[in-house]
Structure formats: C-alpha cells, structure tokens
C-alpha cells in the first residue's frame, strides 16, 4: 500500500508493476488506435519515477530491467491487413507503433508514446484474446523474474517490493541499482551463512587425524560450501567476493581450530597407546617362563591395536611407533633374552648338580654294595659252617639212634628169654608134680638155683635194661637237644640265607636303580644342553626377526614420508623432514668410530654376533671396546 493515493498514483502503480513482472500484460477492447495509445502515455513518465542509478538515466538504461510486454487485444473481431495484405498480430502492434508524420506538438506528443514504449519494451508482442492461444503465450513468455542475469527469488521479490515501496511512500524515487544492491548485499550475506552451513554438514569430522587427509578434507568441504554460495549468492562481483571471502574467512578459523585440536587429540592417544602399550609388555617380560616369542606375539597385538586406532593418527603416529619399537621394545626385547639365557644357563647348572648329585649317589651305592658282597661273603661262610655242623648233628644223631635201637632189641630178647623160663619153670612144676618129693625138692632146688639164676640173670637183665633205659633216655635227651640244637641251626641257616638274599635284593635294586638315575640324569643333562641349544638359536632367530621388522617398519616409514612430501599441502604447512634411520646392511662401509654405541649393538645383532654383544654386556663395555669388536670383524 502507498502511503498517498495523489496523482500520481496510477503512474507509481504501473511503474511498480513494470518493476516487478516479468512479463506485463495490457489488456485492452477493440484495436490498437491513437485513443489507446494516448492511454499509455503514463509510459513516457516511467523515467521520472523509475531510476537505474541515483544519478539520470533514460529509457535505453530502463530497457534492461522492463518485462516483456504483451498488448492484449479483446472483443476484436476484424482481421489483420496492411494495404491490402494480412499480417500477424506483432506485426499489426508495430505498424500501430510507428512514428507519425508531422512536426507538430501533436504529432510530437504521439511519437514521444510510441518511441517510449518501443524503447521501454523491446520484447513486445500482440495477442487477440483466445484463451488456448493465450494460456500458450503467457506459459511460454511469464519467465521468472531476472536482474543482471540473476533469477529473482521469492525472498529477493518481497525485498525488492520492499525497497521501491518504501522510496516511494518517501516521495523519492526508486533507483533500481540501489535496491538491487541492498537485496544483492542481503542475499550475498543468506549465502555466505547458506555456504557456511553446507561447509560444516559436509566436513567429515571422523577425518583420520592427518593433515594430508584434513586438507583435503577441507578443501573437498570448501567446495561444497562455495558451490552453494553460488547458488545463493547474486549482485554485483565486489559484493560477492567479500561476502564469498566472509565466508572463507569463517570456515578457515573454523577448520585451523578444529585441525589444531584433532592433532593435538591424536598426538595425545598416541601418547597413551605408546604407555598402555609399555606398561603392557613390560608386564609381560617380567612374567615367569616368558620367552621371546610370547613379548614379539604380545607385541604384533599391541600393533595391530595401534594401527587399526583411528583415534591415534597423523604425522606423529608412525614416528611414535617406529620409535617406540626401536627402543623401549627392543630393550624388553633384549631383557627377555637375558633372561631366557640365564634361566638356561641357571637349568643347565641345576642339571649338571643333579649329574653330580646321581653320581655320588651311584658311587655311594657301589660302597654299600661292595659292603653288603662282603657281608653276603661272611654269611655264605657262616652258612657253610653251619652246613657242616649240621650234617655231623645230623650223623652223630643217627649214630645214638642205632645204638637206641639196637639196646631195645636187647631188651626185647631179655625179655623173651625171661619169659620163655618162666613158661618152662611152669611147664617143669606141673611135669614134677608128678615125681617124687626128692626129685621135686632137687628138682625143686635145680629149679629154685635155675629161677635164682634166672632171677639174678632178670635182675641183671632188668638193671642192664634200666641202665640201657637210662642210656636210651640219655641218647634220646641228646637226640631231642641235638633236634633243638639243629632245628635252631636250620632256623640262624634260613634266616641267613633270608638275609643274603635280601641283600643279594638290595644289591640288585640298588644297581637297579642306580642304573636308572644315570640314565635319567643323562637325558635330562641331554635335554638341558638341547634346550639351551634352542633358546640359543630361538634368541638368534628373534633377533634376526626383530631387525628385519624393523628394517620393514623404517622402509615403510620412509615410503610414507616421501608420499606425505609428494602429496600436495596447504599454503603455511611445514613438510617434516624425514627421520634418520640407522641401517645397518645397507650402512657396510660406515666407519666404526663414527657411530654411536647403540648403531654398533645394531651393527653386532644384525651380523649374528649376539655372543660378543652378550660378552661386551656383561663386562659393561665402554664404546672404544664396541668400536674395535665392529672393527676386528668387518
């Protein structure tokens, strides 16, 4: 809405309109004529109320800012000629146009309307009103709105409405370029936050924490933002490039910042990989019974750990490592292997001492051995004689048994003589009965001399019988005493017979067992020496191993380093220098002198010198001694 709706007000409107459009409709009855013309004399005031630049312009400099001009033609129902023949629409709308003849104010009057809209709208054409012809036309010519080649957006269009708007409820005139400048300056600035904006929501934040990789982050980012700067951005070059370098000029600080703390977060993890790292096998090589192959296999961990942290990265990354492996490891590294070597050296002795140990034993068992031969020896004695005093026990035994014998058959004839007379003095007493008195008194006398006799003779028989009774109780005595006496020397036999052989059993299994823990004391002498062998060429082999990862890794690290240098950087970005890496194969004719102690332990590692290296350890060698071992051997 305007402010004063006054005379001017229908020529503020069209001007506006004209403004504005980008395609102007002028909708009219009948045909083109001198009284519809003269309705479009507000054209030739366009100038007075319309300016290009603050200072004057004319219609040729409003040309270039005016729509396309379409005069609508309706209830016409007569056809199109000129002299006769027919002529298109556009052609009758610019024989309508042409100048009048006459140098009156009249004429004057009309040709100033006719050049004013002829310079106003040089896009023009004619249309008789039909609406599938029209609704082609109007789809075809109503174009977006455009100033300096620059689409007018929505936003643009209610900024530029705004600007003539309030110039001419002012009562100044509108000045195209002073408008377009304030909406060019406004959506230079809606561009340079649109760009900021695209910047920051394609910048990759995980970028790995390598200036390389950020820069081109960065720049990749940089595109994208000023991509859509472009896309925004209208007005003049000046107010594009400062608002453009506006923008730059943010996402730089932006990107230095944030580069800055990346670095420094990732310079930081790798600190703390590197010391979780340390503390880890550290650890580990102060472990009981850790070899050198365990530290390398917790070391491969601690590596691929360290590369696959994508946290940990950029320039410092690999030099850490690579540091880190050189010597904090490598120092473990050889920790282990003097450990390994004495625990080794420190086995061998202890098998050596269990050798010296089983050969004493052996020795002492062969003493007792011999003691216990010899005590088998007196007992074997001891056994014969025994032996012999048996078998005479056992002679004399059989000798008092025959004279046993031989006495009871005395004694069973004396009896059976002593009975026989019985039986014939009884016999003789019944035959006497019969005799007479004198033959049975001498009979009797005979008989009684014979039974004296014969009682004299039982008496002795008798007394010989007690006495051989006593005899062969006595011999039977002895016989029991001798039974006694050779059941005690049977028993000391058996028992020393029992007591050689358990000695003989003793003997055996001492020998027995002697013989074993020879035998086992030499295999594990055997295997002592193997296993010391092994962890000899175990050491070599790691040391080897370990000097050519470490020739891989400083390979691997120069090839990175001549990459990084290759790769394109931004303005103000320092190249690191490449790092010295001491090699010892490929540093053959270095003089000895001129390197430091820790290139000549390399320099012996890698030559398979580790018993020099070990030897010079030991003795705490100083670097002349180092110097004339490298020497002596190259």
């Excluded at 609704?135 to 530029?160: E, Y």
């Excluded at 859509?228 to 070059?237: I, K, M, S």
Aim: aromatic share 6%; charged share 25%; hydrophobic share 35%.
């Amino acid at each position: 809405m305007f402010a004063l709706q006054t005379g001017q007000y229908s020529t503020q409107i069209f001007s506006l309109a004209v403004l504005l459009s980008s395609l102007f409709v002028y909708n009219q009855m009948g045909g083109i004529d001198e009284a519809a013309l003269d309705k479009l004399s507000l054209v030739t005031e366009m100038t007075k109320h319309i300016r290009v630049r603050s200072e004057n312009s004319n219609e040729a400099d409003l040309a270039s800012f005016t729509p396309s001009f379409l005069w609508l033609l309706r209830d016409f129902y007569l056809s199109f000629e000129e002299e006769g023949e027919a002529v298109t629409a556009r052609q009758y709308l610019e024989t309508a146009l042409r100048s009048v003849s006459g140098s009156s104010s009249a004429a004057q009057a009309k040709n100033q309307i006719r050049d004013s809209i002829k310079a106003l709208f040089p896009d023009r054409d004619c249309l008789t009103l039909g609406l599938s012809e029209l609704t082609k036309v109007i789809f075809h010519k109503a174009q977006p709105k455009r100033m300096n080649n620059s689409i007018i957006t929505g936003p643009m269009l209610a900024a530029l409405t705004e600007a003539y708007v309030d110039a001419i409820n002012k009562g100044a005139v509108p000045t195209i370029a002073t408008a377009w400048q304030g909406v060019a300056e406004a959506e230079s600035r809606r561009a340079a936050d649109a760009a900021e904006a695209a910047y920051q929501a394609a910048f990759k934040t995980d970028t790995p924490a390598d200036e390389v990789a950020l820069d081109r982050e960065y720049e990749r980012a940089l595109s994208i933002g000023q991509r859509a700067f472009r896309e925004v951005a209208v007005g003049e070059a000046s107010i594009q490039q400062a608002n453009e370098k506006r923008f730059q000029d943010r996402v730089q600080q932006l990107f230095k910042q944030f580069k800055e703390q990346r670095l420094t977060n990732a310079a930081l993890e790798c600190e703390q990989l590197i010391n979780r790292g340390t503390q880890q096998l550290t650890e580990v090589s102060r472990q009981a019974g850790v070899t050198p192959e365990i530290l390398q296999a917790e070391y491969k961990k601690f590596e691929q750990a360290y590369t696959k942290a994508t946290a940990a990265f950029g320039a410092t990354k690999w030099d850490r490592l690579n540091d880190f492996r050189n010597k904090a490891f490598a120092g473990l590294q050889q920790d282990v292997q003097r450990q390994v070597a004495q625990a080794r050296q420190q086995e061998v002795a202890a098998e050596r001492q269990r050798t010296q140990q089983a050969e004493q034993q052996r020795q002492q068992v062969e003493v007792r051995a011999a003691g216990l031969g010899q005590q088998v020896q007196r007992l074997q004695a001891e056994l014969d004689r025994l032996h012999g005093e048996l078998n005479r026990e056992r002679s004399s035994k059989e000798q008092h048994a025959s004279r046993v014998t031989l006495l009871e058959r005395q004694l069973q004839d004396k009896s059976s003589s002593l009975d026989s007379v019985q039986r014939e003095m009884q016999q003789a007493m019944q035959r006497e009965k019969h005799r007479g008195e004198s033959e049975q008194r001498a009979a009797v006398s005979q008989l009684n001399l014979q039974l004296q006799q014969a009682t004299q003779q039982l008496a002795d028989a008798r007394k010989a019988t007690h006495t051989a009774q006593l005899e062969v109780d006595s011999l039977k005595q002895q016989l029991t005493s001798a039974s006694s006496d050779s059941s005690d020397w049977v028993s000391k036999y058996q028992k020393a017979e029992d007591g050689r052989s358990t000695a003989v059993a003793q003997k055996d299994s001492l020998e027995r067992d002697l013989r074993a823990q020879l035998a086992q004391a030499e295999q594990r002498a055997t295997q002592a020496e193997t296993r010391l062998s092994q962890a000899q060429q175990q050491a070599s082999t790691a040391e080897a191993t370990l000097t050519r990862e470490r020739q891989s890794w400083e390979q691997r690290l120069q090839e990175a380093q001549a990459q990084a240098t290759a790769a394109p950087a931004p303005n103000n970005s320092a190249t690191p220098e490449p790092m010295a890496v001491y090699g010892g194969s490929g540093n053959a004719e270095a003089d000895p002198r001129k390197m430091t102690i820790k290139e000549l332990k390399d320099w012996l590692s890698e030559h398979d010198q580790q018993e020099k290296l070990w030897e010079l350890g030991q003795r705490k060698a100083k670097k002349p001694e180092y110097v004339e071992c490298v020497r002596g051997l190259m």
